[in-house]
């Protein structure tokens, strides 16, 4: 009798367990985003604390310098630098002017 009884039981949570995994397989397949775990958020891109990082230093500067001036303060690559000041001109944060063979940038705020 304690037999069927053992038998009687691992046949009941057997078919839970079943039922169970069928559910979620069904939920999972209906609303995917329901299981997964939410993303996380976005960091910060290096690009935007380096455009504040070129603000900040134009305002200690008097609000313009030079570009040589900002290459040695960050020590970018002159191409890096001159997208970060490209970015900001398209923003309508800076101006740059060419001056001779050096450009001046000059704070717009």
Do not use: T
Not at 32 to 46: D, F, L, N, Q, R
Not at 62 to 81: P, S, T, V
């Amino acid at each position: 009798m304690d037999l069927d009884y053992f038998s009687l039981l691992m046949a009941c949570i057997l078919v839970a367990l079943i039922v169970i995994m069928a559910f979620l397989y069904w939920k999972r397949k209906k609303h995917p985003a329901a299981i997964e775990p939410e993303e996380e958020p976005e960091k910060p891109k290096v690009l935007d604390k380096n455009l504040q990082d070129v603000l900040q230093a134009l305002r200690e500067n008097g609000n313009q310098a030079n570009q040589k001036e900002l290459l040695e303060k960050f020590h970018f690559g002159e191409a890096y630098l001159g997208m970060v000041l490209d970015k900001l001109e398209n923003d309508g944060k800076i101006r740059q002017i060419k001056k001779d063979q050096a450009k001046i940038i000059i704070l717009r705020e």
